[in-house]
């Protein structure tokens, strides 16, 4: 399974990563990177689209952090778009239709433009490379 992200999925995880209340964030993350495939699909499908799957999935139960992502089940591609808290001072129940339809056209100018990070867990830490750096 490859796993890629956008821009502002980096940022917003670097942030969030930063305050002491989200410290287990990243960790959260490389559990889900670590899952079993079966995993990747259980969540909520916003598109209800059957190859290209948009999943908003819980992480960490109902009161840790919610993230949205595209799995392409054909290509075996999990590409991570959005992250948020549900509690603490970055925390908010859950996003829009407006944002959920920004994700969608971001994912799309972002693949059309190789603008995106490839991400690995190197040493137990997540490794955002940029798609213009892979040879």
Known sequence: MDFE????FKKQVEKLSKNKSYRNLESELIEFIGSDLDNFSIGFNLNRNNSTPFIKKRLNGSG????????????????LLYVHPKTGSEGFESINDKKKSELMDTRALCKSNRDMFKIEVKN????????SDIQ
């Open 5 to 8: 992200c956008t821009p502002e």
């Open 64 to 79: 840790g952090y919610r993230l949205y992502y595209f799995y392409t089940i054909n290509k075996e591609t999990i590409t």
């Open 124 to 131: 137990e830490l997540l490794t955002f490379i940029h798609f």
